[in-house]
């Protein structure tokens, strides 16, 4: 066997090799996906997020399992029997990747203010019709976890919550917040500990009790509740993983790029392979 014909074949091992690791990681979401779609009052209580958000999350998880899944098993079964049409499709789908990849960072980069615009008036959407339509509570119970997980209240500040008047005490008119934007460190308020039973409100993980659509948990305006807006607090989130979220970035597009060349290699070199075999034939 020449020089030539062992770098094909370790490059063929290595595709199958590494493809095989991401056909096994994709079965591992898509099951951890189901998993908590069949199991979700378990989850609810240990992960803190309420029935909606969590459905939302283990549906994208499944999906991003099979999908996983289904390209690992192109890239394996097209190194291993070296299949040029199944090693081109896997060329092709990662490509069209990479280039989404690309251009939604030059959207982003280039969207930027319109981007901020955008999530800030869907924000400020979801604050002024909060518990306006229980049954329909999936962005309110993921802006809660967020200003729970983040330690925030409203968009850019608490009184951002004012301008929902169907959050004032209608017996005194005194403006309340969600339990969401309560400081707990800050206060030993017994009676509001009692409200902050919900597990998306309380960091007591499995001992938390499940909150109900139609439940509204509120405290007082001007009790011990969390000045900061959640703008302030997402761009420090950003600052301070920066270097997490463009590692993980350039660690992606690496593996794609790398997957890329490996199979496009293997698929323009399978000739000279086919005509060794049909000379030693």
């Known amino acids: ?9 370790l490059i063929k091992y290595l595709l199958f090799v590494f493809n095989l690791f991401f056909f ?60 040029r049409c199944l090693l081109g499709l896997y060329f092709g789908i990662l490509l ?26 869907i924000v400020m959407e979801t604050i002024q019709r909060y518990h306006a339509h229980p049954e329909e509570s999936a962005a ?39 339990c969401s934007c309560y400081n707990s460190s800050a206060s030993n308020d017994s009676a509001i500990f009692e409200k902050l039973s919900f597990p998306q409100f309380s960091r007591r993980g499995p001992l938390a009790r499940p909150r109900h659509s139609t439940d509204l948990c509120l405290v007082p305006a001007n009790s011990a509740i969390y000045s900061e807006g959640c703008a302030r607090s997402i761009q420090k989130w950003l600052h301070n993983n920066l270097i997490s979220i463009v590692g993980i970035c350039l660690g992606v597009g690496l593996l794609e790029l790398s997957f890329m ?9 399978l000739d000279q392979v086919y005509d060794r075999l049909a000379r030693y034939l």
């Open 261 to 269: 060349t490996l199979s496009i290699f293997l698929c323009r070199n």
């Open 96 to 121: 069209l990747l990479f280039a989404m990849q690309i251009t939604l960072g030059i959207l982003i980069s280039t969207q930027r203010t319109r981007l901020e615009r955008r999530v800030k008036d």
């Open 24 to 83: 096994v990681l994709g079965s591992l979401i898509f099951c951890f996906g189901i998993w908590i779609l069949i199991d979700k009052t378990s989850f609810v209580s240990f992960v803190g997020l309420s029935f909606m958000p969590l459905q939302i999350w283990s549906k994208a998880l499944a999906i991003s399992g099979i999908l996983t899944m289904g390209l690992a098993l192109l890239g394996c079964v097209g190194a291993l029997k070296e299949l």
């Open 140 to 178: 309110e119970e993921s802006w809660d976890y967020v200003q729970f997980q983040l330690r925030c209240c409203g968009w850019n500040s608490p009184q951002d919550w004012l301008s929902n008047p169907s959050l004032s005490s209608n017996e005194s008119e005194m403006h309340r917040v969600p």
């Open 1 to 9: 066997m020449s020089a030539q014909d062992s770098c094909l074949s």
